[in-house]
């Protein structure tokens, strides 16, 4: 499976417009992998709070109609990285929510962040919470969707492998000044599930906070097998499914689990 990580840039001097169709050009210009995947919060910058109800979407909106169409002319499955959605319901809730495309362009699967950013403040004050972990069936694997903040929960990821996920796809806007934890977090849960981590951030600067870039892609055993600088780029690596039900059956700690069991073994 060939997967390509869209590091945009993201800066205050290009519109979301602009930026929107930049992405798409980009995603079209990966006809041939698997799989795409962009950040979190690409259009607006994931630090950009008092643009989030201004740039909010319904789930069927602009960006879900341009990656869409994006998706089925590079005949690619595309995690279209994560929008600001605003709810239909009567309180306009609200969410960071992930979109992922089929390479004929249908939405196979929708995920809202549950762990939000913020400390009580921006994020998390911003926006509802997500309820629900999500996978998507791919042929020959299966997605588990988590975003950014989500990183820092092992119980999400643990979650998702128990749902059958074997690549754990991980958009993001993380800052600079912790990029030391997006790298040690990327290959801890990438270890702790034997499962394939792709982590795509963003590059350049959201509401003056430097983004770290260094999207990374780490295998079952821990080993980075390719990483990103700090600008945009594409990061695209090649990536056998099998090596997870091979690492899982050569070294299977899973089955030794017994917190978070519905029956603990004794």
């Known amino acids: 499976m060939r997967a390509s990580l869209i590091q945009i840039a993201v800066d205050e001097g290009e519109s ?4 929107r169709q930049r992405a ?8 041939g ?33 341009t990656m869409a169409a994006a998706a089925a002319d ?22 960071n929510t992930s979109l992922v495309f089929s390479p004929s362009g249908e939405l196979a699967a929708a995920y809202r962040k549950i762990h939000r950013f913020g400390f009580d403040q921006g994020e998390a004050v911003l926006m509802g919470a997500g309820r629900e972990p999500v996978t998507v069936p791919l042929p020959g694997t299966t997605l588990g969707l988590g975003t950014c903040y989500d990183l820092r929960f092992p119980e999400l990821f643990r979650a998702l492998v128990d749902a059958g996920a074997e690549v754990l796809v991980l958009p993001a806007g993380w800052p600079e000044r912790r990029r030391a934890h997006w790298t040690l977090l990327a290959r801890a849960r990438a270890v702790e599930n034997q499962a394939f981590v792709l982590a795509c951030g963003t590059a350049g600067t959201h509401a003056g906070v430097p983004q770290a870039g260094h999207s990374i ?10 990483e990103a600088g700090a600008g945009e780029e594409v990061l695209t690596v090649d990536l056998d499914p099998a090596k997870v039900a091979a690492t899982r059956e050569q070294f299977p700690a899973l089955k030794d689990r017994v917190l978070g069991l519905a029956t603990p073994r004794r």
Not at 57 to 65: A, I, K
């Open 16 to 19: 979301p417009v602009s930026r």
């Open 24 to 31: 798409a050009a980009l995603v079209r210009a990966q006809a």
């Open 33 to 65: 992998a698997d799989l795409v995947v962009l950040p979190e919060l690409w259009t607006t910058g994931a630090f950009a709070y008092e643009d989030f109800g201004r740039e909010a979407e319904p789930l069927q909106g602009p960006t879900y109609e």
């Open 74 to 95: 590079a005949g690619v499955w595309l995690h279209a990285g994560s929008i600001p959605e605003r709810a239909t319901s009567a309180d306009g809730t609200l969410y």
């Open 217 to 226: 892609v780490v295998d079952p055993w821990g080993e980075v097998l390719a």
